[in-house]
């Protein structure tokens, strides 16, 4: 077995897997057979990973070849670990038997009779191969719209913005399409599928969306974020004011994952300085909150005028000015206002 990868440096195959993997120890009848690593590897995020087909790792070690444990030779196979023939055959068949209903050896291997001889020096697989073949680049839908068929329900139309879950929210394909065969999207006798149940359309929505369908929402009425009639409205884009926290022009640009690092997305501490613990006077520009500090404020740490760092909060005066001088924010600020109107910029 030969490994490759399309950058040439053989290091970095202690490090990561293998783009691709040449199958060539049992070169026989067929040439060698170039297997897509780096692409299984990806779909095997949809199941349980590396041990889909790595199924056995003794401890301490990476994930081992398959020759590693199964031997080249069948007289030396059991029932219980055959050959690497057969565990290379038994590790593919499977799915590729459900995913296209093919069992031709052509499918995969390529006759040597007649053809060119396989030497270390052959390119790698393109997409233009049907041996090594990556799955094609599947673009996303700005939205998908679908038909609702539930008795349960009187809104007959769904709708997912799809888009705005990978680009906005910073969704990974593999979370939300988990457990996923390729039987889904390829086998044959599609129509002849079993209607899917209510709940198992829900599935991949209510890990993020518990709160939206659990009795309590349905009562607020949050079904309507998604579910509609077809005389009315469809449901607005999400908006971050809708949470109680509209967004000023500092953050609205921002990833949600710059706040929400795990999803489901968890509500994060509201106080600024849980993110910006390190600002001082020396390296903050106050401006950029529409508010320029005088000379006499300038040099104050932050929580001399924001109690406990609490940026969220207006700031207080009675630090330093008595209550019987009437100094408030924002009656008397601590300087010109940016572009004298608070949260305006120069001109």
Same mark, same amino acid.
């Given at each position: 077995? &030969? %490994? ?5 440096? !053989? ?12 199958? $060539? ?12 690593? #780096? ?11 590396? *041990? ?40 593919? %068949?499977? +799915? ?6 093919? &069992? ?10 007649? #053809? ?12 233009? $191969?049907? %041996? ?21 329900? =009187? ?13 906005? /929210? ?37 890990? +993020? ?9 349905? *009562? !607020?009425?949050?079904? !309507? ?13 999400? $908006? ?20 929400? #690092?795990?999803?489901? /997305? ?17 390296? /903050? ?7 320029? %500090? ?7 740490? +932050? ?12 700031? =207080? ?10 100094? =408030? ?19």
């Amino acid at each position: 077995m &030969r %490994l490759r990868t399309p950058r040439g440096d !053989a290091h970095l195959l202690e490090q990561q897997a293998p783009d691709v993997v040449i199958l $060539d120890e049992l070169e026989d009848v067929y040439l060698p057979v170039p297997f897509d690593h #780096a692409g299984h590897a990806r779909m095997t995020e949809m199941a349980q990973g590396c *041990t889909t087909c790595h199924h056995y790792t003794p401890e301490g070690r990476q994930y081992p070849a398959c020759k590693a444990c199964h031997g080249i030779s069948d007289s030396e196979a059991d029932i219980n670990k055959p050959a690497l023939r057969g565990a290379y055959h038994q590790q593919c %068949l499977n +799915c590729h038997r459900e995913w296209i209903n093919e &069992r031709n050896c052509d499918t995969c291997h390529r006759e040597k009779a007649g #053809a060119a001889s396989a030497d270390s020096a052959a390119p790698l697989p393109t997409k233009n $191969d049907m %041996l090594g073949l990556m799955h094609p680049p599947i673009p996303e839908p700005d939205t998908d719209i679908y038909g609702s068929r539930s008795p349960q329900t =009187t809104e007959t139309q769904v709708i997912f913005r799809h888009r705005e879950h990978v680009h906005r /929210f910073g969704l990974r394909c593999v979370e939300c399409h988990h457990e996923r065969s390729c039987a889904r999207c390829h086998a044959r006798d599609r129509e002849q599928e079993r209607p899917r149940t209510l709940a198992e359309h829900h599935r991949q929505c209510i890990r +993020c969306h518990k709160g939206d369908m659990d009795l309590a929402g349905r *009562t !607020a009425g949050r079904c !309507a974020r998604c579910h509609w009639r077809e005389d009315r409205p469809k449901p607005e884009p999400f $908006d971050h004011a809708s949470t109680g926290w509209p967004l000023s022009r500092y953050h609205d640009d921002k990833s949600c994952r710059s706040c929400h #690092a795990q999803v489901p /997305f968890a509500k994060p501490d509201s106080n600024c300085n849980a993110c910006h613990g390190a600002w001082s006077p020396s390296t /903050f520009n106050h401006r950029v909150t529409g508010q320029v %500090l005088d000379k006499n404020h300038a040099e104050h740490d +932050c929580d001399v005028c924001h109690v406990e760092r609490r940026f969220d909060r207006p700031p =207080t005066c009675d630090e330093c000015h008595e209550e019987d001088e009437g100094i =408030t924010f924002p009656a008397k600020r601590p300087g010109p206002p940016v572009g004298g109107v608070m949260g305006e910029p120069d001109q």
